[in-house]
């Protein structure tokens, strides 16, 4: 079945780099995305892969993809505090259909 | 270009009261989705819809109705809310990916 997993929480302390985790289990997703919601806002989308790449970089955020073990992560250089947020990772499985996991807490501690 | 716009963004019901939330978009986008979010539970997908004139069932549809009557906009109801009700709502259109709307946050006591 459709499934996303990701874990809760995670706490790190400014200037480290935060990296947070996500299995999937559909291996025919085409896209996977990572979006970050603030406090009292929407989910906005913060970077996405395509299925046929392994990583992709957009200045201090890295995303790295497994196909073999359906495992995504989100790396985060030099953590600041305004990271502090909801992150969901997401899959898309057909057009116009994503599947959201859990979402996990990031917290910034100074 | 405000993208997805939800109203209102507060509400507080009695049970058995009836509201209406409205989700409007002007990207011209097919997809329209409702969601809530309560918390450790992620985003729970409520009714959809893929078009103007049409409305699909999500995974938790049990006490919301929907409708699609004009392709700019989405509108979930609630005829008799209970506190299960309770939660954060969005709207959501899909063009690349899902752009989302600031929520509408419901108690319902």
């Known amino acids: 079945g459709e499934d996303v997993e990701q874990s809760l929480f995670l706490s790190v302390r400014e200037g480290d780099s935060s990296v947070i985790n996500c299995t999937y289990t559909?291996?025919?997703?085409?896209?996977l995305y990572w979006y970050k919601q603030e406090p009292g806002a929407g989910l906005q989308l913060l970077t996405y892969i395509f299925s046929n790449m392994d990583m992709k970089q957009d200045q201090r955020l890295t995303v790295l993809l497994n196909k073999k073990d359906k495992h995504l992560s989100l790396r985060i250089a030099d953590t600041q505090t305004g990271d502090s947020a909801i992150y969901f990772c997401?899959?898309?499985?057909?057009?116009?259909?994503?599947?959201f996991g859990t979402g996990t807490r990031l917290q910034v501690f100074p | 270009n405000a993208g997805v716009t939800q109203t209102p963004k507060f509400r507080v019901l009695k049970t058995g009261q009836s509201m209406t939330l409205l989700c409007a978009q002007d990207m011209n986008h097919e997809y329209m989705y409702w969601y809530r979010q309560d918390p450790g539970m992620g985003l729970r997908l409520i009714h959809y819809?893929?078009?103007?004139?049409?409305?699909a069932k999500g995974e938790v549809p049990d006490g919301y109705n929907v409708s699609r009557l004009k392709k700019q906009n989405f509108l979930l109801g609630l005829e008799s809310a209970a506190p299960s009700q309770t939660s954060v709502y969005f709207c959501a259109t899909s063009g690349f990916g899902y752009t989302f709307g600031s929520g509408t946050r419901l108690t319902v006591v």
């Open positions: 559909d291996s025919s997703s085409t896209y």
């Open positions: 997401a899959e898309s499985i057909v057009t116009d259909k994503l599947i």
């Open positions: 819809s893929v078009g103007e004139g049409t409305t």
